[in-house]
C-alpha cells in the first residue's frame, strides 16, 4: 500500500517536472550519435516488427539519426520489457511495445520483473488496431442479433492468434458480455486460423480487421462486429460492438517507450522525432494498410495511457482464465 | 549404386587411447529415459489429462511418456542383450569444452563479445599440448579480432563488442 | 501454353540487370551467412531485410528468396564438414555426408548436395509454376486431423533417420516428442516442465538443441581423435566430381527426393522436415545401396537435400497465395511484401503476376547461380577440413556460442547449449541416435497441437481421423508401415545374429 502510495507520489512528481520542462518544443532530429536500436517484442515478420524497421528506416532518411531493430521475443513480451528496463536511461535503447508487456503481463502473470508505470519513460504512442468478430457467409448470420441467436442455441468454435492474444481477450469478453459460451481454438497467429476458417472447419475467428478488408470484399467471410470505439474508415460497412449496445473496446495500440529516467528533454525530441515521422504521408499510408490508426499523444499522454489500460484490462484478462 | 568399398576401409586408424571396452552405458541410457518418461507420466497426470473433447495440458505428455516407457524398456532388453562396445568417455576434451561455453555464457554480456571470445578459446584449447600458451593466446587474439569483423562490424548484429568502453 | 509465356514474362523480369545483382547477392550472402554454425536462414533473412526496403517488392523477394536457399545450401555445408546442422533437415544431410567427408570425400559430398539441391530446387519450381493452384487447394482441404495425420507418418519415417535401429530410432523420437512439450502450453496458456526458469516458457529453441546435440558433442568427441588435415582430402578438382556410377546413383534419388520435398513443401509448418526424412526414409527402402546407407554414400546425401531445396520453393506457394507462412523465415517475407502494401492471399496471383512469376524465374536463375558460385568455392570449404583441428575446435565453439547468443540476445540459450552438449556427448558415446530425436524435437509440438484442435472442433469424437478421407488415408498407410517394419525386425532377428549389424554401425563415429 505505502509503496504504491510512493509510487504515485513519484508519478506525479514526474508528471510535474515533464510540464515544466522548457523543452516541450523541442526540434525533430536526431537525439544520439549512437545507433539507436528499437528493441521488438516479436521475431521478425509482426506488425510491430514492420512498424518498428519502417521507424528505423525514417528515422535515419528523414532525421539522420541511425537506428537497428533488435527483435527480443519471449514470455509474451516481457523478456523484452525487462531487458529495456534494465539499460541506460540515454535514449539509445527503446522498445516498441504493445498491450502484451504493459497492460496484459501485469494482470497474467504472478510477478513481473519489472515496473510497467514507473519502471520505464513512456515516449510516445503510435497507434492502434482493433480486432473483429468473422463467421462462416455459409451460416446465414448477418448481424450481430443472427450472431446472439444462433450461438446460444449451438456453442461455436472460434479460432484466436493464441491463449491471452488480444483476440483470444476480445473472444472471451465478447462470450461474457453476449452470455454465451462458445468453444475457444487457440492458433499460432492468425493466419492458420484463417486458413482452417477457409478450410471450412473453423466457425468463426476474431482478428484484426482491416487485414482481412480482402475476405470480407470476396465474400469468403462476414464481419460481425469490430472492437474499436469508432467504425474503421477502410471498413466504413462494419458496425462496432458499441453502436450495437455492447460496451466491448478491445484495441491493441503500439506505442514506443525506454528505460526509466530518461531525460525530459531527450524524452521529448524523441516524442517530436517520431511523431514527425508517423506524420510522413507515405508511412500514415503503411500504418493505414497495417490496419493502425495513428494517433498523437505526448510522453505523458501516453504515460497516463498506458496507467489507464491496465485497469481496463485487468477484468478481460481475468476473466479469460489465463491469470496466474 | 555407390563406389563405396565398405564403411569400415578408408577410415583413418583408431587412435590411441580409443581402446573399446564393455560397458553399461547403453543400459544405463534405456534407465534414464524410462526415468524422463516417468517425470513426463507424473508430470502430465498433475498437469491434468482433461477430457476427449479438451485434451488436457498434460495429455499429451501423458501419452508420449507412456509409449517411451515401454519402448525404454525394450531398448533397455535390447541393449543388455548385446552388449555394445563403446570408446571410454574423453573427460580432459569434455571438461575444457565444457568450461570454454561456460565462461563465454558468463563474459558476453559482462565484458563483451571480444572478451569472451578470446576467453573460450583458450579454454577450449586446453586438451591440445602442441599449442604454446602464446600460441593459444594468438589463436584467441585471431578469432576474437574475426568474430568482431564478422558478427559487429559486417553483419551488424546487437552485440557490444566490448562492454564499459 | 499460358504457365510457359507467365513464364517467359517472368524470365525477363529477373534477367534485368539489377534483378540478377539482387539475386547474386542474396545467395552469396545467404551461403556465407549459412554456413556459420547456428546461424540458419531465419537470421540471415532478418539481417538482410532492412536492406530490401529501398528496392522495389519484386527485386526484395528475389533477393531474399536467394539469401533463403542460399541459407539453406549453406547450412548442409556445415553439417557435411563439421557435422553442425542448424535444422532438422540438415541433420538428415549430415547423416551421409559427415562420414563422406571423414573418408575423405567430401568434396563428393558438397558436389553432390550441389547438384541435388539444383535438381531439387529445380522440380519445385516446375511444380511452382505448374501447379500452384492446385497445390493451395490441397494446403486448403487439410484440416487439422489430416495435419496430425501426416505428422505422425513423418515420425514413424524419422525412426528410420538413424543408424542404431529402428528401436532406439523410435525410441529417440518418442523423447524428443517429450522435450517438445516444455515451455507454456499453447491451448491453455499453462506451464509444463519449466522448473520456474522464465528462459523456458516459450520452451527450447531447435537451434539450441541441435547445436548442443550435434555441434558440441561433435567437437567434444573429435579433439582427441580428429587431428584435422590428418585425413587427406582429394582437393584437386577431378576428385569432386563423383564417378561415373555415382553419376548415375544420383539421379533416381534426386527426382524421388524432389517429388516428394515439392508435396510436402506445399504444407505449411511441416513441410521441409517432414519432406527430408519420409524422403530419406523411402530412400532408404527402395535404393539399391540401401545397406550402406548410413555410411556415407551418395544417394543418401543427394536425397535429403533435393527433397528440402524442392520442399524450400513450394513453401513459397502457402505463403503467397494463401499468405501462411509455412516456416518462420516465410512469416518474414509476408512482413517484406506487407511492407509494400501487398497482402499475400488467394488474389496475389492474379493481381502481381510480375511478383510471383518473376519469383518462380528467379528460382530458375537463383539456383543456377548457387551451382555456378559453389562449385569453385568447394574447393575452399574442403580446404577447411585441411586446417588442423587445434585451430578449428576452438573456433567452432564460439561460432556456437555466438549463433545461439543471436536467436534471442540471451545468455541462458548458451548454458542450455551446453548442458544439451554434455547430454549429447553421452548420447554419442552409446550410440543414442541425435537426428530421430531432433526431429521428433520439431514435429512433437505441432502434432500436439494439431491433435488438441483436431478434437476440439470435432468436439471430442475421435473418429474425425478415421472420417477425413485425407487423415483416413495417411494413417492406414502408417498402420501398414509399422506392421511391415515390425514383421520385417523379427524375421532379420531370426536369420541374423544382432551382432553384425553393431560392427556395421561403428564407421560413421570412429
Same mark, same amino acid.
Request: net charge neutral; hydrophobic share 50%.
Given at each position: 500500500m505505502i509503496r504504491n502510495y510512493l509510487k504515485s507520489i513519484g508519478a506525479s512528481a514526474m508528471a510535474l517536472s515533464l510540464l515544466w520542462a522548457p523543452s516541450a518544443m523541442a526540434e525533430p532530429g536526431a537525439w544520439s550519435d549512437e545507433p539507436v536500436r528499437i528493441v521488438v517484442t516479436f521475431p521478425p515478420g509482426g506488425a510491430s516488427d514492420l512498424v518498428a524497421r519502417l521507424l528505423a528506416q525514417y528515422l535515419d532518411t528523414e532525421f539522420g539519426q541511425k537506428a537497428v531493430v533488435d527483435n527480443r521475443p519471449g514470455a509474451a513480451g516481457t523478456v523484452a520489457a525487462d531487458y529495456v528496463a534494465q539499460q541506460d536511461p540515454d535514449g539509445t535503447t527503446l522498445i516498441l511495445a504493445n498491450n502484451a508487456p504493459y497492460t496484459i503481463a501485469p494482470t497474467r502473470f504472478k510477478s513481473i520483473p519489472y515496473d510497467p508505470v514507473n519502471g520505464a519513460t513512456h515516449v510516445a504512442y503510435i497507434g492502434a488496431s482493433a480486432p473483429g468478430l468473422f463467421v462462416q457467409p455459409s451460416a446465414g448470420i448477418k448481424s450481430l442479433e443472427d450472431y446472439i441467436t444462433h450461438v446460444k442455441d449451438t456453442p461455436m468454435t472460434y479460432g484466436s492468434s493464441g491463449v491471452g492474444s488480444i483476440s483470444h481477450i476480445l473472444g472471451e469478453a465478447v462470450d461474457a458480455s453476449l452470455g454465451v459460451e462458445s468453444i475457444h481454438v487457440p492458433y499460432k497467429g492468425s493466419s492458420p486460423a484463417i486458413q482452417d476458417f477457409r478450410a471450412g472447419v473453423l466457425e468463426s475467428f476474431y482478428d484484426l480487421a482491416v487485414q482481412n478488408s480482402d475476405m470480407i470484399e470476396d465474400k469468403e467471410a462476414v464481419a460481425i462486429a469490430i472492437a474499436s470505439s469508432v467504425r474503421n474508415p477502410e471498413l466504413p460497412d462494419v458496425p462496432t460492438f458499441k453502436e450495437q449496445g455492447y460496451d466491448i473496446v478491445v484495441e491493441n495500440w503500439v506505442g514506443l517507450s525506454g528505460p526509466a529516467g530518461i531525460d525530459p528533454a531527450t524524452v521529448s525530441k524523441i516524442n517530436e522525432t517520431v511523431l514527425a515521422v508517423f506524420a510522413n504521408p507515405e508511412v500514415q499510408d503503411r500504418l493505414t494498410e497495417l490496419g493502425i490508426t495513428h494517433r498523437a499523444m505526448d510522453s505523458q499522454g501516453y504515460t497516463d495511457f498506458v496507467a489507464n489500460q491496465i485497469e481496463v484490462w485487468a477484468p478481460l484478462i481475468i476473466a479469460t482464465g489465463i491469470a496466474e | 549404386m555407390s563406389t563405396e568399398p565398405s564403411n569400415l576401409q578408408g577410415q583413418p586408424a583408431p587412435p590411441k587411447g580409443s581402446s573399446r571396452a564393455q560397458s553399461w552405458g547403453g543400459e544405463i541410457g534405456a534407465v534414464a529415459l524410462f526415468a524422463l518418461s516417468l517425470i513426463f507420466i507424473f508430470g502430465g497426470l498433475k498437469l491434468g489429462l482433461g477430457s476427449f473433447f479438451r485434451l488436457g495440458t498434460g495429455a499429451f505428455p501423458f501419452i508420449s511418456g507412456s509409449i517411451l516407457a515401454v519402448l525404454a524398456i525394450f531398448v533397455g532388453l535390447h541393449e543388455w542383450r548385446s552388449k555394445g562396445l563403446s570408446h571410454p568417455p574423453d573427460w580432459i576434451s569434455f571438461l575444457a569444452i565444457v568450461a570454454a561455453i561456460a565462461i563465454f555464457a558468463s563474459t558476453a554480456d559482462r565484458l563483451g563479445l571480444v572478451p569472451a571470445v578470446f576467453m573460450s578459446v583458450i579454454i577450449a584449447s586446453f586438451p591440445d599440448r602442441s599449442l604454446s600458451l602464446m600460441g593459444k593466446a594468438i589463436l584467441g587474439a585471431i578469432v576474437s579480432a574475426a568474430c568482431w569483423v564478422l558478427f559487429i562490424r559486417l553483419l551488424n548484429l546487437p552485440f557490444k563488442a566490448f562492454v564499459g568502453m | 501454353m499460358d504457365i510457359l509465356s507467365s513464364f517467359y514474362s517472368g524470365l525477363l523480369v529477373v534477367l534485368e540487370p539489377h534483378n540478377l545483382m539482387y539475386c547474386f547477392i542474396?545467395?552469396?550472402?545467404?551461403?556465407?551467412?549459412?554456413?556459420?554454425?547456428?546461424?540458419?536462414?531465419?537470421?540471415?533473412?532478418?539481417?538482410?531485410?532492412?536492406?530490401? &526496403?529501398?528496392?522495389?517488392?519484386?527485386?526484395?523477394?528475389?533477393?531474399?528468396?536467394?539469401?533463403?536457399?542460399?541459407?539453406?545450401?549453406?547450412?548442409?555445408?556445415?553439417?557435411?564438414?563439421?557435422?553442425?546442422?542448424?535444422?532438422?533437415?540438415?541433420?538428415?544431410?549430415?547423416?551421409?555426408?559427415?562420414?563422406?567427408?571423414?573418408?575423405?570425400?567430401?568434396?563428393?559430398?558438397?558436389?553432390?548436395?550441389?547438384?541435388?539441391?539444383?535438381?531439387?530446387?529445380?522440380?519445385?519450381?516446375?511444380?511452382?509454376?505448374?501447379?500452384?493452384?492446385?497445390?493451395?487447394?490441397?494446403?486448403?482441404?487439410?484440416?487439422?486431423?489430416?495435419?496430425?495425420?501426416?505428422?505422425?507418418?513423418?515420425?514413424?519415417?524419422?525412426?528410420?533417420?538413424?543408424?542404431?535401429?529402428? *528401436?532406439?530410432?523410435?525410441?529417440?523420437?518418442?523423447?524428443?516428442?517429450?522435450?517438445?512439450?516444455?515451455?507454456?502450453?499453447?491451448?491453455?496458456?499453462?506451464?509444463?516442465?519449466?522448473?520456474?526458469?522464465?528462459?523456458?516458457?516459450?520452451?527450447?529453441?531447435?537451434?539450441?538443441?541441435?547445436?548442443?546435440?550435434?555441434?558440441?558433442?561433435?567437437?567434444?568427441?573429435?579433439?582427441?581423435?580428429?587431428?584435422?588435415?590428418?585425413?587427406?582430402?582429394?582437393?584437386?578438382?577431378?576428385?569432386?566430381?563423383?564417378?561415373?556410377?555415382?553419376?548415375?546413383?544420383?539421379?533416381?534419388?534426386?527426382?524421388?527426393?524432389?517429388?516428394?520435398?515439392?508435396?510436402?513443401?506445399?504444407?505449411?509448418?511441416?513441410?521441409?522436415?517432414?519432406?527430408?526424412?519420409?524422403?530419406?526414409?523411402?530412400?532408404?527402402?527402395?535404393?539399391?545401396?540401401?545397406?550402406? &546407407?548410413?555410411?556415407?554414400?551418395?544417394?543418401?546425401?543427394?536425397? $535429403?537435400?533435393?527433397?528440402?531445396?524442392?520442399?524450400?520453393?513450394?513453401?513459397?506457394?502457402?505463403?503467397?497465395?494463401?499468405?501462411?507462412?509455412?516456416?518462420?523465415?516465410?512469416?518474414?517475407?509476408?512482413?517484406?511484401?506487407?511492407?509494400?502494401?501487398?497482402?499475400?492471399?488467394?488474389?496475389?496471383?492474379?493481381?502481381? =503476376?510480375?511478383?510471383?512469376?518473376?519469383?518462380?524465374?528467379?528460382?530458375?536463375?537463383?539456383?543456377?547461380?548457387?551451382?555456378?558460385?559453389?562449385?569453385?568455392?568447394?574447393?575452399?570449404?574442403?580446404? *577447411?577440413?585441411?586446417?588442423?583441428?587445434?585451430?578449428?575446435? $576452438?573456433?567452432?565453439?564460439?561460432?556456437?556460442?555466438?549463433?545461439?547468443?543471436?536467436?534471442?540476445?540471451?545468455? &541462458?540459450?548458451?548454458? *542450455?547449449? *551446453?548442458?544439451?552438449?554434455?547430454?549429447?556427448?553421452?548420447?554419442?558415446?552409446?550410440? &543414442?541416435? =541425435?537426428? $530421430?530425436?531432433?526431429?521428433?524435437?520439431?514435429?512433437?509440438p505441432l502434432m500436439e497441437e494439431q491433435l488438441r484442435r483436431a478434437m476440439l472442433l470435432s468436439r471430442g469424437d475421435p473418429m474425425v481421423f478415421l472420417e477425413r478421407p485425407i487423415s483416413a488415408t495417411l494413417i492406414a498407410i502408417t498402420v501398414a508401415v509399422l506392421i511391415y517394419a515390425f514383421y520385417a525386425a523379427i524375421r532379420a532377428k531370426k536369420i541374423t545374429a544382432s551382432t553384425s549389424s553393431e560392427v556395421q554401425q561403428e564407421g560413421p563415429n570412429t
Open positions: - | - | 542474396g545467395v552469396f550472402v545467404g551461403t556465407f551467412i549459412g554456413v556459420l554454425p547456428g546461424i540458419g536462414s531465419m537470421a540471415a533473412i532478418a539481417m538482410i531485410l532492412p536492406l530490401t &526496403f529501398y528496392l522495389e517488392p519484386t527485386s526484395a523477394l528475389v533477393m531474399i528468396a536467394g539469401v533463403y536457399y542460399g541459407a539453406e545450401y549453406g547450412g548442409s555445408i556445415a553439417s557435411i564438414l563439421m557435422n553442425i546442422p542448424g535444422t532438422p533437415a540438415a541433420s538428415i544431410t549430415a547423416i551421409e555426408g559427415y562420414p563422406m567427408a571423414k573418408k575423405g570425400r567430401a568434396g563428393v559430398a558438397l558436389f553432390s548436395t550441389a547438384t541435388a539441391s539444383f535438381g531439387g530446387g529445380m522440380i519445385g519450381m516446375i511444380v511452382m509454376a505448374a501447379l500452384s493452384p492446385s497445390l493451395a487447394k490441397l494446403a486448403l482441404s487439410f484440416g487439422p486431423a489430416d495435419y496430425f495425420a501426416v505428422i505422425l507418418l513423418g515420425l514413424i519415417a524419422a525412426s528410420a533417420v538413424s543408424n542404431g535401429g529402428a *528401436l532406439k530410432g523410435i525410441t529417440m523420437v518418442v523423447a524428443g516428442l517429450m522435450l517438445g512439450t516444455i515451455g507454456i502450453d499453447l491451448t491453455t496458456g499453462d506451464l509444463r516442465y519449466t522448473m520456474g526458469i522464465p528462459e523456458l516458457r516459450d520452451g527450447v529453441h531447435i537451434v539450441i538443441v541441435a547445436m548442443g546435440l550435434f555441434g558440441v558433442s561433435e567437437v567434444i568427441a573429435s579433439i582427441r581423435t580428429n587431428k584435422g588435415g590428418s585425413i587427406a582430402q582429394k582437393i584437386d578438382y577431378n576428385h569432386f566430381y563423383p564417378t561415373r556410377e555415382e553419376w548415375k546413383s544420383l539421379f533416381a534419388p534426386i527426382m524421388r527426393g524432389g517429388a516428394i520435398g515439392s508435396v510436402f513443401g506445399a504444407l505449411p509448418g511441416t513441410g521441409q522436415t517432414i519432406a527430408a526424412a519420409i524422403a530419406y526414409a523411402v530412400e532408404k527402402r527402395v535404393n539399391r545401396a540401401k545397406n550402406l &546407407f548410413g555410411t556415407g554414400v551418395v544417394p543418401g546425401v543427394a536425397v $535429403p537435400e533435393a527433397a528440402n531445396n524442392s520442399a524450400t520453393q513450394t513453401a513459397f506457394i502457402p505463403t503467397l497465395t494463401l499468405g501462411v507462412p509455412g516456416s518462420p523465415p516465410m512469416a518474414i517475407v509476408i512482413g517484406a511484401l506487407m511492407i509494400y502494401g501487398i497482402t499475400p492471399g488467394p488474389r496475389l496471383l492474379t493481381e502481381e =503476376p510480375d511478383l510471383f512469376w518473376g519469383l518462380v524465374a528467379s528460382f530458375l536463375v537463383g539456383n543456377v547461380m548457387l551451382i555456378i558460385l559453389n562449385i569453385p568455392l568447394i574447393g575452399i570449404w574442403v580446404r *577447411l577440413l585441411q586446417i588442423p583441428y587445434k585451430y578449428m575446435y $576452438p573456433t567452432i565453439i564460439v561460432l556456437i556460442c555466438i549463433g545461439v547468443y543471436s536467436l534471442n540476445n540471451n545468455v &541462458f540459450d548458451i548454458w *542450455l547449449t *551446453l548442458i544439451i552438449g554434455a547430454v549429447g556427448y553421452w548420447m554419442k558415446l552409446y550410440k &543414442f541416435e =541425435p537426428a $530421430p530425436l531432433l526431429l521428433g524435437f520439431v514435429l512433437g
